[in-house]
């Protein structure tokens, strides 16, 4: 009986390496070269679409695909996912999937010194500089409880200041810390152009991308994908332009990342899809009917990567608060 019983779970443990093994994960994941050192003319030319008027991507320059049917193209030998730019306050992730599988990060602090948005760790410093201000202000508070010279409707008034003030130190160190951690101690560590290869793909693959807003920052941040319904606000996040150049296919993939509806509604986005932008190498879909216009497509959607600049300043400033 015991030998029986020892067979059983020797069985159920190789059935269950066998299992594992078959689910484990295909594909590789490998730094690329950058592209704005390999081919600059390629870089610029993406770039300049990010950084351009709406108007610019008409249909005829990059047609629209929908961002649900993207695929691996066989003819290529793998699917090459290049940084391109990006305009956010947040400290945005960016995810894949394979075959409707699980969600892999494939960049997990998506900032820059040199994007539109500049992370210089100007963040580090804010908060530095109000700690020290902030630890000041309790030593004076201390200081005043502790002289005696107060009477009982001061004291308590100061004390109720001094437990404001510790609860601000006490958030404001651990911001801090967190800052700390991401890039070169909060400065954006990406460059523009740098990518990554994901290989060893055969059969039908299809593609997923996903932002994950804030998630550098935030375990909890909302993911946004293409499938809107699948999303927190019910609201498309991803658009996809196809475009051909010395004989490759290439898709720019745009993300907005604020929650909810356009400003012009009352939310706080402003719809732009411009807060994280890549190229991708490799991948094909089905191209949508320009009759067929759906949100967002639109004046403030799809026709956009651009107008960041100082049109972004005040939006990005509120958001990074």
Same mark, same amino acid.
């Given at each position: 009986?015991?030998?029986?019983?020892?067979?059983?779970?020797?069985?159920?443990?190789?059935?269950?390496?066998?299992?594992?093994?078959?689910?484990?994960?295909?594909?590789?994941? /490998?730094?690329?070269?950058?592209?704005?050192?390999?081919?600059?003319?390629?870089?610029?030319?993406?770039?300049?679409?990010?950084?351009?008027?709406?108007?610019?991507?008409?249909?005829?320059?990059?047609?629209?695909?929908?961002?649900?049917?993207?695929?691996?193209?066989?003819?290529?030998?793998?699917?090459?996912?290049?940084?391109?730019?990006?305009?956010?306050?947040?400290?945005?992730?960016?995810?894949?999937?394979?075959?409707?599988?699980?969600?892999?990060?494939?960049?997990?602090?998506?900032?820059?010194?040199?994007?539109?948005?500049?992370?210089?760790?100007?963040?580090?410093?804010?908060?530095?500089?109000?700690?020290?201000?902030?630890?000041?202000?309790?030593?004076?508070?201390?200081?005043?409880?502790?002289?005696?010279?107060?009477? /009982?409707?001061? !004291?308590?008034?100061?004390?109720?200041?001094?437990?404001?003030? !510790?609860?601000?130190?006490?958030?404001?160190?651990?911001?801090?810390?967190?800052?700390?951690?991401?890039?070169?101690?909060?400065?954006?560590?990406?460059?523009?152009?740098?990518?990554?290869?994901?290989?060893?793909?055969?059969?039908?693959?299809?593609?997923?991308?996903?932002?994950?807003?804030?998630?550098?920052? %935030?375990?909890?941040?909302?993911?946004?994908?293409?499938?809107?319904?699948?999303?927190?606000?019910?609201? %498309?996040?991803?658009?996809?332009?196809?475009?051909?150049?010395?004989?490759?296919?290439?898709?720019?993939?745009?993300?907005?990342?604020?929650?909810?509806?356009?400003?012009?509604?009352?939310?706080?986005?402003?719809?732009?899809?411009?807060?994280?932008?890549?190229?991708?190498?490799?991948?094909?879909?089905?191209?949508?009917?320009?009759?067929?216009?759906?949100?967002?497509? /639109?004046?403030?959607?799809?026709?956009?990567?651009?107008?960041?600049?100082?049109?972004?300043?005040?939006?990005?400033?509120?958001?990074?608060?």
């Amino acid at each position: 009986m015991k030998r029986s019983l020892l067979n059983i779970s020797l069985l159920a443990a190789t059935s269950l390496s066998f299992l594992t093994a078959s689910v484990t994960k295909a594909e590789t994941v /490998t730094d690329s070269p950058n592209l704005k050192g390999s081919d600059v003319e390629l870089f610029d030319l993406f770039n300049g679409f990010v950084n351009s008027e709406r108007l610019a991507l008409d249909e005829a320059t990059l047609p629209e695909l929908y961002a649900d049917s993207l695929r691996w193209d066989p003819i290529a030998s793998s699917v090459d996912v290049f940084f391109i730019n990006e305009g956010a306050g947040y400290r945005n992730q960016l995810l894949y999937a394979i075959n409707g599988g699980e969600r892999t990060t494939l960049f997990d602090d998506i900032a820059s010194t040199e994007s539109i948005i500049k992370e210089t760790g100007a963040k580090v410093k804010k908060y530095e500089n109000q700690i020290t201000k902030l630890d000041s202000e309790i030593s004076t508070l201390e200081a005043e409880i502790l002289s005696g010279n107060l009477t /009982t409707g001061e !004291q308590s008034e100061k004390e109720t200041q001094l437990i404001d003030k !510790q609860n601000k130190l006490l958030a404001k160190t651990e911001f801090l810390a967190i800052e700390k951690t991401l890039g070169d101690s909060g400065v954006g560590a990406l460059k523009l152009g740098d990518g990554k290869i994901i290989g060893g793909l055969s059969g039908d693959v299809a593609f997923d991308f996903f932002i994950k807003a804030d998630g550098a920052r %935030q375990a909890n941040g909302n993911i946004y994908g293409a499938d809107a319904s699948a999303n927190a606000d019910g609201l %498309q996040h991803v658009i996809a332009r196809e475009l051909q150049y010395k004989g490759d296919s290439w898709v720019l993939i745009g993300f907005e990342d604020l929650y909810g509806v356009h400003e012009d509604e009352g939310g706080i986005s402003d719809r732009d899809f411009n807060d994280v932008v890549f190229a991708v190498r490799g991948l094909t879909g089905d191209r949508v009917d320009p009759k067929e216009v759906t949100e967002p497509t /639109t004046a403030i959607g799809l026709l956009v990567f651009g107008a960041l600049a100082l049109a972004q300043t005040r939006r990005r400033a509120n958001a990074a608060a």
